[in-house]
């Protein structure tokens, strides 16, 4: 595979940038659906918004995994395990306990709040959410209490896989070269095979929770997504392959969305429930929901590849955008959902149309995100919790921010 000159890779820059973007979007839109639990809830709500999201959520997250990966990979090329380690868990684990002291509070808060389980008054309930011993909400108790990640989860579960696979790295490395006679066609099949024993065998027994110790089917789906994105990392002849065949990649995502729409409004509805649940129909549901969740990846893979690996594009042409991005990204991560719950909380007594509400909380959380990270970028202590270089360096790119995500 066929780097820049710089050694940089603009399109993973872009596509880290825009997949945390979607996140934003993404999060404002829990806000306004009924059928998935978030914090608090508008009093309004749109079915068309939750189909809009179901075309993001089965692979949002995967995508980020995928692209970390492959920024850990590249970056293996230029530094050592033992630096890359301890770069990962210095941007990892500090951002994700000042999120979990500092920034994630207001969002508890607000929760029990809305549900009327305390009284109002944030410095009291902060003094009571970082005692491990507090008797207050008992029934949201974890080991340490009140104390959580909400949606910072991502950071703990992103240090483990990178531990793991530094650890595992010479093995991985070897199988790489092994792995580049094997067709891409080959490498897809088994990966897809990966995704559907995961959703078949874990997915009922350990839904969900984010709570990184029992979330085998999050891990049994991430874990295999972040190898995948090490390894295809390496193998520069599927990465050619996978730009060139965008468009079919595309065209089958689309196919796989349009099935799960129309099964979700009741389309199929009509085939008895006995196929539903057979092997032959439990295997067809698999085949689509992992084709659907490949084929939008490698498909935002392949156009940013075509597209975006350039220092310079029509809507960033000197590259200020993508440099702006890739220093503030974590920060915007990090802040997001506290200021969308915290604006959501404001704006929810003027009872506005649901479409103006929206559009100010996409404004506010977005102004919100630029004016903290300018707080933040000002004082060594506030970019050390944040995740941020200490001390800035001129000219360093993707070098830097690849090892950090």
Sequence with gaps: MTLTADNRRYDLDWLRTLAFGLLI???????????????????????????????????????????????????????????????RSNRLLIPLLCGMFIVVVPQVYFEALSQ??????????????????TALLPEHHSPIGLLTWNHLWFLPYLWCYSVLVLLGAPLL???????????????????MAALIAAWWLLKQAYPSSHALVDDWYNHGKYFVVFIAGYLFALQGNWWLKVIAHR????????????LI????????????ASFGESVSGRLIVGVVLALNHWGWILALIGYAGRYLN????????????????????????MLHQT????????????????????????????????????????FRL????FGLKVKLAAGRGYQTTAAQQ
């Design 261 to 272: 729409i129309a099964d979700r409004n009741g389309l199929f509805d009509s085939i008895p």
């Design 247 to 258: 468009r079919w990649f595309m065209l089958a995502a689309m196919l796989c969305y349009s």
């Design 25 to 87: 979007l993404y999060h404002i839109g829990m806000y306004y659906v009924a059928d998935w639990g978030w914090h608090i809830k508008s009093d309004t709500t749109s079915d068309v918004l939750q189909n809009l999201m179901i075309l993001t959520n089965p692979w949002r997250m995967s995508l980020l995994f995928f692209i970390s990966a492959m920024a850990l990979a590249l970056a293996q090329q230029r530094s050592s395990r033992l630096s890359l380690f301890g770069l």
């Design 116 to 133: 009327q389980l305390i009284e109002p008054g944030f410095i009291k309930f902060w003094w009571q959410y970082i005692n491990p011993n």
């Design 382 to 385: 506030s970019r050390w919790l």
């Design 310 to 333: 350039k220092p310079a594009t029509k809507l960033d042409k000197d590259g200020s955008l993508l440099r702006y991005a890739n220093n503030a990204i974590l920060p915007w991560y």
């Design 339 to 378: 200021l969308i719950i915290v604006f959501a909380v404001w704006l929810k007594p003027l009872a506005l149309p649901m479409g103006i509400e929206a559009v100010l909380l996409i404004i506010l959380t977005c102004l919100g995100c630029w004016a903290g990270f300018e707080l933040v970028k000002r």
């Design 173 to 191: 490395n070897t199988l790489a070269r092994l792995l580049k006679p094997l067709p891409g066609s080959i490498a897809l099949l088994l990966v």
